[in-house]
């Protein structure tokens, strides 16, 4: 009875040991379900774990991502920051990548963000002209004088160019696609659509977490 004991005792022992954090099985592998990036990208705070989600207004499946992402942005704790980079691979998504910074800098993104994207998509509008965004701003209750002189500054070029060497830095592949402390790129492509790349997002979040000590 003592050596069946005995036996019993260490057989829990070396299950609680396999099954430590330490020497459990990661749930997802680089490579597999996310992508380490050959160089880190700097974040805009350093003191707090940023998730940035890489999108474009005309993408479809970025516009069935929004409510999801959304949902899924309530529950990030006071140490996440979540930031959007617009997708820029051809010069009419420069114009959209203008629209949304422009929107940003005249605090009206909460409300022209979803405009915008309802009228690439189920409007099925292409938004090739600063004339047609002006529109939409002004539809939307932008002051289209106000829209234009904040549209065409310096520092809206600024933030577009930016975005765009963060993209190429982030080896963005397609849209949606999101970079975790500006380390790991993480495509839906990869983990069976958007939800599976969100539960790789909180999973990277953790890690990081982890190694900042927090």
């Not at 982030?170 to 970079?179: A, H, L, R, S």
């Amino acid at each position: 009875m003592r050596n069946l004991l005995s036996t019993i005792m260490m057989s829990v022992a070396m299950l609680v040991f396999v099954m430590s954090p330490v020497h459990a099985e990661e749930p997802y592998k680089a490579g597999d379900h996310y992508h380490v990036l050959a160089e880190a990208v700097a974040t805009s705070n350093p003191a707090k774990i940023e998730v940035a989600e890489v999108f474009w207004y005309g993408c479809s499946h970025c516009y069935t991502f929004e409510p999801v992402l959304n949902k899924w942005k309530q529950g990030l704790s006071e140490d996440v920051e979540f930031v959007r980079v617009p997708a820029i691979w051809h010069p009419t998504m420069r114009l959209h990548a203008k629209a949304y910074f422009t929107a940003k800098a005249m605090k009206s993104l909460d409300q022209l963000h979803e405009a915008i994207f309802e009228e690439m998509n189920p409007k099925k509008a292409k938004l090739k002209t600063e004339e047609e965004i002006a529109d939409l701003f002004e539809a939307n209750g932008i002051d289209r004088a106000r829209f234009t002189k904040v549209f065409n500054s310096a520092g809206i070029n600024m933030a577009v160019d930016l975005a765009a060497k963060k993209q190429e830095r982030y080896d963005i592949k397609g849209t949606p696609e999101m970079v975790v402390n500006g380390k790991y790129r993480i495509s839906g492509r990869d983990n069976g659509g958007n939800a599976g790349m969100l539960k790789v997002a909180s999973y990277l979040i953790e890690r990081e977490r982890s190694l900042m000590g927090q």
